[in-house]
Nanobody
Framework: QVQLVESGGGLVQAGGSLRLSCVAS????????MAWFRQAPGKEREIVAA??????????VDSVKGRFTISRDNAKNTVYLYLQMNSLKPEDTAVYYC?????????????WGQGTQVTVSS
């Protein structure tokens, strides 16, 4: 059974930090691109960061560059995905989702987690 399970969300003051984690299991995700998306109330879901499986290529949306860092640890049947978020701003408040797809920058990512809430207070 394929599962992507996020954790690490919570309430933090502006300027603070959080580290999100995602455990992907149930198939071989080591050769999948992984990404973090977020969706704020009343807004469309957007990609925040992505990381390739083969060459370590990473992508960040402009609004988080220099503040967020995506990383991954590949095991045989499990991939651990992380998002270190520093200097958080109220506009970072959203539900954060991890996703997996064979192709980075896919139009529609294959697998999704249930999401974890991040709330940044001003």
């Amino acid at each position: 059974q394929v599962q992507l399970v996020e954790s690490g969300g919570g309430l933090v003051q502006a300027g603070g930090s959080l580290r999100l984690s995602c455990v992907a299991s149930g198939r071989t995700f080591s050769n999948y691109a992984m990404a973090w998306f977020r969706q704020a109330p009343g807004k469309e879901r957007e990609i925040v960061a992505a990381i390739n499986w083969s060459d370590g290529y990473t992508y960040y949306v402009d609004s988080v560059k220099g503040r967020f860092t995506i990383s991954r640890d590949n095991a045989k049947n499990t991939v651990y995905l992380y998002l270190q978020m520093n200097s958080l701003k109220p506009e970072d408040t959203a539900v954060y989702y991890c996703a997996a797809d064979p192709i980075i920058h896919a139009r529609n990512w294959d697998y999704w987690g249930q999401g974890t809430q991040v709330t940044v207070s001003s």
